[in-house]
């Protein structure tokens, strides 16, 4: 068996296709204009790149994108008070503040800082609590575009058996929670670094995600035939970048798979990019949020 392989590329352009579109019927019936204000703080090569591609993706769109970027020197209080400048301007719809944030700023104080209404990545206690009990205002990026990738595949998740290795506040644990919605009706298996023979619940799943940052952690015999694997980890090894899973055996048996890199990446600015759309139409008093 040679696995499909799911084409995050494609699907990301779709879904930055339709936000496209439904930001230019927000402006024509309203006159407002997604707007998405980035935060920087520090010289991170890897969060620069990633904020410029967000910007480019936003202006591709008809977005508008603002990028705050501030020295790593910026005090806790100075990133504070940006934020809440940000939450009381009425022009800006979505706030993105990029992470890994330097040390000495409390990442949490911070996120938790952020307007519930314009919190697109989704990190607010408020918005995780929301999407817990299924009545989500904003879906987190990455999870969201890797459901939104099972659903334009045709990949069926009711009454499957979906394992996710991972249980990060970004990744692991939104991702099982979407998982077992009603609609989506899988039945979850949260693995995590202190679970014992991942191995074992890996070959016992339907769906494998993975998502704990670990180079080729999941084996090929650790697929069971015919699962979807969905690979979220993107790491650096050399001059190559590799995911999570060991692709090349893992693509021999299983029924579907994402490549690395190519296949979830693209998602996560593309569900952005809907979340921005969705918090301006909110916003706008056409969705009563």
Same mark, same amino acid.
């Given at each position: /068996?040679?696995? /499909?392989?799911?084409?995050?590329?494609?699907?990301?352009?779709?879904?930055?296709?339709?936000?496209?579109?439904?930001?230019? @019927?927000?402006?024509?019936?309203?006159?407002?204009?997604?707007?998405?204000?980035?935060?920087?703080?520090?010289?991170?090569?890897?969060?620069?790149? =990633?904020?410029?591609?967000? +910007?480019?993706?936003?202006? $591709? @769109?008809?977005?508008?994108?603002? !990028?705050?970027?501030?020295? @790593?020197?910026?005090?806790?209080?100075?990133?504070?008070? #940006?934020?809440?400048?940000?939450?009381?301007?009425?022009?800006?719809?979505? &706030?993105?503040?990029? !992470?890994? !944030?330097?040390?000495? &700023?409390?990442?949490? #104080? &911070?996120?938790?800082?952020?307007?519930?209404?314009?919190?697109?990545?989704?990190?607010?206690?408020?918005?995780?609590?929301?999407?817990?009990?299924?009545?989500?205002?904003?879906?987190?990026?990455?999870?969201?575009?890797? /459901?939104?990738?099972?659903?334009?595949?045709?990949?069926?998740?009711?009454? $499957?058996?979906?394992?996710?290795?991972?249980?990060?506040?970004?990744?692991?644990?939104?991702?099982?929670?979407? #998982?077992?919605?009603?609609?989506?009706?899988?039945?979850?298996?949260?693995?995590?670094?202190?679970?014992?023979?991942?191995?074992?619940?890996?070959?016992?799943?339907? &769906?494998?995600?993975?998502?704990?940052?670990?180079? +080729?952690?999941?084996?090929?015999?650790?697929?069971?035939?015919?699962?979807?694997?969905?690979?979220?980890?993107?790491?650096?090894?050399?001059?190559?970048?590799?995911?999570?899973?060991? =692709?090349?055996?893992?693509?021999?048996?299983?029924?579907?798979?994402?490549?690395?890199?190519?296949?979830?990446?693209? /998602?996560?600015?593309?569900?952005?990019?809907?979340?921005?759309?969705?918090?301006?139409?909110?916003?706008?008093? #056409?969705?009563?949020?």
């Amino acid at each position: /068996m040679t696995a /499909m392989v799911i084409d995050g590329k494609q699907i990301a352009e779709q879904t930055r296709a339709e936000a496209a579109a439904g930001a230019l @019927a927000l402006k024509t019936r309203t006159g407002v204009v997604p707007h998405l204000a980035a935060v920087l703080v520090g010289e991170d090569p890897a969060s620069a790149v =990633y904020v410029r591609n967000k +910007q480019i993706a936003c202006e $591709k @769109a008809g977005f508008k994108s603002t !990028l705050h970027r501030l020295p @790593a020197s910026t005090g806790q209080g100075e990133l504070l008070a #940006l934020v809440q400048a940000l939450n009381a301007d009425s022009g800006v719809h979505g &706030i993105l503040v990029q !992470l890994p !944030l330097p040390k000495g &700023i409390d990442t949490t #104080l &911070i996120l938790d800082a952020i307007l519930p209404a314009k919190d697109v990545d989704g990190f607010h206690p408020e918005n995780v609590g929301l999407l817990q009990q299924g009545r989500p205002r904003f879906l987190p990026c990455t999870p969201a575009g890797v /459901m939104r990738m099972l659903k334009v595949s045709g990949i069926e998740t009711a009454g $499957k058996h979906a394992v996710v290795i991972g249980r990060s506040d970004i990744v692991g644990k939104p991702m099982a929670a979407l #998982l077992v919605q009603k609609g989506a009706d899988a039945t979850v298996t949260l693995c995590h670094s202190r679970t014992r023979d991942i191995g074992a619940f890996c070959r016992e799943a339907d &769906i494998l995600v993975a998502a704990l940052g670990i180079p +080729q952690f999941v084996k090929g015999d650790w697929v069971k035939p015919g699962a979807v694997v969905i690979d979220v980890g993107i790491n650096r090894v050399g001059d190559k970048l590799v995911g999570d899973v060991d =692709y090349l055996p893992a693509a021999q048996v299983a029924s579907a798979i994402t490549p690395v890199p190519g296949g979830v990446g693209p /998602m996560t600015i593309a569900m952005l990019l809907a979340n921005t759309l969705q918090a301006a139409t909110n916003l706008s008093g #056409l969705d009563g949020r």
